[in-house]
Nanobody
Framework: QAQLMEFGGGLVQAGGSLRLSCTGSGRPFSVYTMSWFRQAPGKEREFVAASDRDGSTTSYADSVKGRFAISRDNARNAVFLQMNRVTPEDTAVYYC?????????????????WGPGTQVTVSS
């Protein structure tokens, strides 16, 4: 059972950068596909980025491709989301999530473990 916690949210100006971290306890991160999702007020939770178990395969939502980067450090049971050139549309609560296997990595319902989320607010 993975217990996840996100860190690093806050207020950032448009065009700036922010780095989110997620750490966990329980099973080693190396067994999980690790992903980031986000949810803005009044909207459904949406996929942001995913990493396979060793970080060799990553995928991104079109809206963040080229601006955000997911990485992981399995030795530290940590996954990161580097957010660059942020816009007000990136404002949301960001969640890290873990699942076994890479299938349906973009589907929130396929994940077994979630952190409580961290708020990211981008000012214009």
């Amino acid at each position: 059972q993975a217990q996840l916690m996100e860190f690093g949210g806050g207020l950032v100006q448009a065009g700036g950068s922010l780095r989110l971290s997620c750490t966990g306890s329980g099973r080693p991160f190396s067994v999980y596909t690790m992903s980031w999702f986000r949810q803005a007020p009044g909207k459904e939770r949406e996929f942001v980025a995913a990493s396979d178990r060793d970080g060799s395969t990553t995928s991104y939502a079109d809206s963040v491709k080229g601006r955000f980067a997911i990485s992981r450090d399995n030795a530290r049971n940590a996954v990161f989301l580097q957010m660059n050139r942020v816009t007000p549309e990136d404002t949301a609560v960001y969640y890290c999530a873990a699942k076994i296997g890479l299938a349906q990595a973009g589907t929130p319902g396929s994940y077994d473990h979630w952190g409580p989320g961290t708020q990211v607010t981008v000012s214009s």
